[in-house]
């Protein structure tokens, strides 16, 4: 069913997941925009473009999940004045992203007596000036290696004994490089200010020197956790645009493989969260479970993090009666493992006193954040793109959804603990009905110009990947999106009356990723 | 706690023996004398830092510290601090926005002192290659000893190198 949009013609794309796309004048997409958030749609996406090969304009896309699905709405920009309208009253997710949009194209979000919302650089650090765009075709990339000093206003808390604290780029940890700002007083954080950007490395650049088909490889490494919901996401986008239909057999062993990726990072979170409650127990017991299911990756698969099995038209490994008899047997035998993890988990005095209440985001919060994925579902906003709307092979083994209403480290736990033994179940099922059909399909023509998405639920959320194609095959512009995108806002408002020691464990609560955002 | 105690006791000790030193891999001649390899041999302080990587290189050096690899036995050590390192252990490309904070990491790790460049784009720069934001290999900012293939390299590849960066004390240790 077609979501209705007075005033916007929505034609719909082919491919696995439901989706429309519009354009509209700037009056319009707002109105689009403010009529979709008035119906309980959310901000998935927000990006711009140089809007064609040789045309001087811009053109913005603003990609919101409505009841039926997906909505692209398009606005296109003259260059004479580069901005658009602000979305970031109706969506607080679109901040950065408007921010971001800024730093690659040079379209600016507006609001309407004129101003800009944030104009601090989101992506730019320094290592291009300012009246340079990187995704503009003009952009000299030899011409702009010159580091400019790196400037960045944070906002000052002031009152009588806050002090600051500045952590990172680098980390104590093995961990991502990112900067927090934290605003204290005595031990707890009244306010905490992100900047991220310090893993940009030009992706989406990188994107538009390759062909549609090479891109999966990239793809695959935007945030190298979630490569196998990168890659499936990719290739969904590059089936919808050349209209190719992978065979069932493909779409179960996708779904098989993006469950394992959820459990192993299930598993790997699960360690370091009592790790971080001083419990090295739960560390040691997890990483052994998680090493051994990495090892079975290896075996099976030929890949411990199943990089490139998710290729456009399929995928590049089958399963054969022993191995799917071989992996039932590990899904029957890690379930019995996690029940013993969690009964420890749960009946350990001190794990439960420092996950319980810490770093809470209620539902409210969370919902007027627009967040996404894990940590919606632990602050009672119960959606899963593989539930609603579905995609294959998901709309035929509907996943349980887990869901939890408290929003605080324990929470976040809960659902962990959840979604692995669903996942290890939805394993169980898929190779027990694998269907027969080819690996991999060959590729439909891809027409210059022609548009397609993918959104797949990985473990920490929804990914998407929005493609065009350019001529003879190549890639015109590739968006992806990470669902961290949606929750590192959302970070810096748990935090908040916490005390600075259990900042690392609500973070790795939600265990978002840098390289995803940073592009 | 009695559960807890019977997990560990069922799990019981699963750690693997180390692999052995590959001098393929050295990218520089060695460059710390025999008697300080020796001392970083029994007891090295590694400090990670993740230049611009897509983080499946970090994936890896947590699996590396899972019980299998024991390398707390080996007598490594990771630490908080580049002032506490003996090692850098880099990933990445690196980013033009990691640029200086890994100069400055490097500087403040007190010499003498060793690099590990971790994984294909650590290598080379990998599929993100150099660009307006990626310097590309780690080499081309810091100075590398050893550098470890792989995307990502497996746990015991990166145990690999590090064995290899202070390899002149393994050979040495019959001597002593």
């Known amino acids: 069913m077609m979501p209705m949009l007075p005033g916007v013609e929505l034609s719909p794309l082919a491919g696995a997941v439901p989706a429309w796309r519009g354009e509209a004048d700037a009056t319009r997409w707002l109105a689009g925009c403010e009529a979709l958030a008035q119906a309980g749609a959310r901000l998935a996406a927000l990006w711009a473009s140089e809007a064609h090969d040789r045309s001087p304009d811009y053109r913005v896309y603003a990609l919101l999940v409505a009841y039926e699905g997906l909505v692209c709405l398009e606005l296109p920009v003259t260059e004479r004045s580069p901005s658009y309208p602000d979305l970031s009253q109706l969506f607080p997710a679109a901040a950065r992203m408007q921010r971001a949009a800024f730093d690659m194209v040079g379209v600016r979000a507006q609001r309407p007596d004129g101003s800009i919302p944030d104009a601090r650089p989101w992506l730019r650090h320094g290592a291009w000036p300012e009246s340079a765009f990187p995704l503009r075709r003009g952009f000299d990339a030899a011409g702009h290696t010159a580091a400019e000093p790196d400037q960045y206003p944070f906002v000052r808390v002031e009152g009588e004994g806050v002090h600051e604290i500045p952590v990172g780029p680098v980390h104590a940890g093995t961990i991502e490089p990112g900067h927090f700002r934290f605003s204290i007083v005595g031990e707890k954080v009244l306010r905490l ?14 994107f538009t020197e390759l062909g549609l088909a090479e891109g999966a490889r990239l793809a695959g490494r935007i945030s190298g956790d979630s490569t196998v919901a990168y890659a ?98 590990e899904a029957l035998r890690l379930k019995d493992e996690l029940r013993t993890m969690r009964s420890i988990y749960y009946n350990h005095a001190g794990m439960q006193d420092r996950c319980i209440t810490t770093g809470r985001l209620t539902p409210r919060t969370a919902a007027r954040l627009g967040i996404v994925g894990l940590a919606a579902r632990a602050s009672g906003l119960a959606m899963d793109a593989r539930a609603h709307p579905g995609y294959a092979p998901y709309d035929g083994l509907p996943p349980k959804v887990a869901s939890h209403r408290n929003g605080d480290v324990a929470a976040r736990i809960v659902v962990r603990f959840e979604e692995a033994f669903e996942s290890l179940r939805l394993q169980r099922v898929i190779l027990e009905r694998l269907a027969e059909g080819a690996l991999r399909v060959p590729l439909g023509a891809a027409p210059e110009g022609a548009f397609g998405l993918g959104w797949v639920e990985g473990w920490r959320g929804e990914v998407l990947i929005a493609l065009e194609a350019g001529a003879e095959g190549r890639i015109r512009r590739c968006h992806p999106h990470d669902p961290s995108w949606q929750n590192w806002p959302a970070l810096e408002h748990a935090v908040i009356g916490n005390i ?11 265990n978002l990723s840098y390289s995803g955002q940073d592009l | ?8 006791a069922k799990v019981g000790i699963l750690s693997e023996p180390a692999p052995a030193p590959d001098e393929a891999l050295r990218v520089i001649g060695q460059r710390l004398d025999a008697a300080v390899l020796r001392h970083f041999g029994r007891a090295l302080a590694i400090r990670h830092v993740d230049a611009g990587s897509c983080n499946g290189c970090e994936l890896e050096i947590h699996a590396a510290n899972s019980p299998y690899y024991n390398l707390e036995g080996l007598g490594i050590k990771f630490v908080a601090s580049p002032r506490h390192a003996d090692l850098l252990l880099v990933t990445g490309p690196v980013s033009r926005n990691m640029e200086e904070a890994l100069r400055r990491t490097y500087e403040a790790t007190p010499e003498p002192k060793l690099v590990v460049a971790i994984g294909d784009c650590g290598c080379d720069g990998g599929v993100f290659g150099e660009s307006y934001a990626s310097c590309g290999r780690i080499s081309n900012v810091i100075p590398v000893d050893v550098a470890v293939p792989g995307c990502p390299p497996t746990p015991s590849a990166i145990l690999q190198g590090i064995l290899t960066a202070v390899s002149a004390s393994r050979r040495d240790r019959t001597e002593i």
């Open chain 1, 500 to 510: 600075v020691p259990d900042f690392p464990l609500i973070n790795k609560s939600f």
């Open chain 2, 1 to 8: 706690m009695y559960r807890l105690l019977k997990q560990i």
């Open chain 1, 193 to 206: 200010e992100e900047r991220l950007g310090y893993k940009h490395k030009g992706i989406e650049k990188r």
């Open chain 1, 232 to 329: 499936w996401a990719y290739a969904m986008a590059l089936e919808s645009l050349t209209g190719t239909q992978p065979s069932a057999r493909a779409l179960g062993l996708r779904a098989l493989l993006l469950e394992r990726e959820r459990v192993a990072n299930h598993l790997g979170d699960l360690g370091y969260l009592g790790n971080d409650c001083a419990l090295a127990f739960g560390f040691a017991q997890f990483w052994r479970m998680k090493e051994d299911l990495l090892r079975s990756n290896q075996a099976f698969f030929g890949h411990r993090y199943l990089m490139d099995r998710v290729v456009p038209g399929g995928v590049a490994r089958d399963v054969d009666a022993a191995a799917a008899r071989a992996l039932i047997d």
